[in-house]
Structure formats: structure tokens, C-alpha cells
């Protein structure tokens, strides 16, 4: 089975806590790459279409460089977060310990965040995983905010960088996730993700478009 290699995914609406379906097409499975797409509905209201890529390892490219993972304490010195009801159900299944960046609504000079996380359960740290993980953090643009926003994501993209290391690790092994933002403007914010094995392989990163827009206008 080829693993994933990228998926991107546009939000045409949020789905409710109910029954859907997700209906998958392989669109090409050619010698080392698959390509499928998939569209979530519920009822007649199509809510996410994504278009995903599967390969194997590709021969070794003439250029192999790569950038550190940032220098945070290790998960076992920093204390989690607290969960409470208020959270979103996905703050909820996630453990979070803040090493990078500014607390949220903060007033920040700067829209970085990020920390290490993992579930409360045991888990294989997979493709659904990382990309569970890639959007369990709070908006980098929120650590610049001095109150709390509405933030829909528009559209989703993530690459799984190394499938292998990933799957190396234990169920219960945490993974440093770094966010940041650089650009908000017409009510639109970015986001760029990377997320950190313990040993600084970078296991995947994310590029994301979402509004930004103060509660009253929800």
C-alpha cells in the first residue's frame, strides 16, 4: 500500500456531529504515484472535497537538504494544558504542552505557536494522525489578538514528508508541532505548519487559508 504523500482540502462547509459519507475515486494509479479524491456530504450538502497523492520513495533526488526542528524542552518538562468543556471536541482528544510562541491573546509581536502533542489514547502515528495533528493547535494569529476570533479554515494542505519515520514511532510518542502566520489582510489569514518527530525529522508540514473575523460576526 503507497502512503500519503499530500492532500489538499477545501472547506465548502463545516460538517455537524452526525452521520456522512465520504465517497473516494481513484482518479490515476500509474508505476509510483496514485492519485484519488474523496468529497464528504452530508445529506445533499457536499462539506470538504480533497484531492490526495500515494507513492512510495521516489530514487534519491541530487540535492538532500533540510532545515533543524526548533530547540524547545523535551514533552516530559512541560506541563499540558488543561482540558475543559469550553474546548473544541478536537482540543479536547489532544494532550498539548506549549514550548514556542506567545500565549494565545496576548497581544504578540509576532504569530508563532506551537508545542508538543499527542492523544490521550494510544495511536500509530500515521497520515490521519499527523493530519488530525496539523489542525489541533490554535491560530498562530491568535497569539497577536487580544480577544478571541472566528477562524474557518478555507482550504487545507498537507504533506507527509517521511512515512517511515513516522511509523517508527511508539503509539504514544509526542510530536512538536510549530505554527506560524505571516500575512492577514481582506479577513483572510495564512498559517504554516510543520510537525517534529522527537528527534528532529520533520514528519509533515501544512499550508493554510482561513478567515479571521470577530465573533459578532459569525
Not at 452530508?42 to 537538504?65: E, K, M, N, R
Not at 499527523?130 to 479554515?153: I, K, M, N, S
Amino acid at each position: 500500500m503507497r502512503p500519503a504523500r499530500s492532500i489538499p482540502l477545501h472547506y465548502l462547509r463545516a460538517p455537524k456531529p452526525a452521520e456522512f459519507r465520504i465517497d473516494v475515486a481513484v482518479e490515476r494509479s500509474g508505476r509510483t504515484l496514485s492519485t484519488l479524491t474523496a468529497r464528504l456530504s452530508q445529506g445533499d450538502a457536499l462539506c470538504v472535497i480533497a484531492t490526495a497523492a500515494f507513492a512510495g520513495a521516489f530514487p534519491p533526488s541530487p540535492a538532500h537538504f533540510a532545515a533543524a526542528m526548533p530547540r524547545v524542552p523535551p514533552a516530559r518538562e512541560v506541563e499540558p494544558y488543561p482540558t475543559h468543556e469550553g474546548l473544541p471536541p478536537i482540543a479536547r482528544r489532544l494532550v498539548l504542552r506549549g514550548a514556542i510562541g506567545a500565549p494565545p491573546f496576548s497581544a504578540a509581536d509576532e504569530a508563532l505557536t506551537g508545542g508538543w502533542m499527542s492523544l490521550h489514547e494510544r495511536q500509530p502515528v500515521d497520515a490521519p494522525l499527523l493530519a488530525l495533528y496539523a489542525d489541533g493547535w490554535l491560530p498562530a494569529a491568535f497569539t497577536v489578538l487580544r480577544a478571541p476570533a472566528f477562524a474557518p479554515t478555507v482550504d487545507l494542505t498537507i504533506h507527509f514528508r517521511n512515512p517511515a519515520a513516522a511509523a517508527a514511532l511508539a503509539p504514544d510518542e509526542p510530536v512538536l508541532g510549530v505554527f506560524r502566520s505571516r500575512w492577514s489582510a481582506d479577513g483572510l489569514i495564512d498559517e504554516d505548519g510543520e510537525l517534529w518527530s522527537p528527534d528532529g525529522v520533520l514528519l509533515a508540514h501544512s499550508r493554510q487559508l482561513a478567515l479571521l473575523a470577530p465573533l459578532g460576526d459569525r
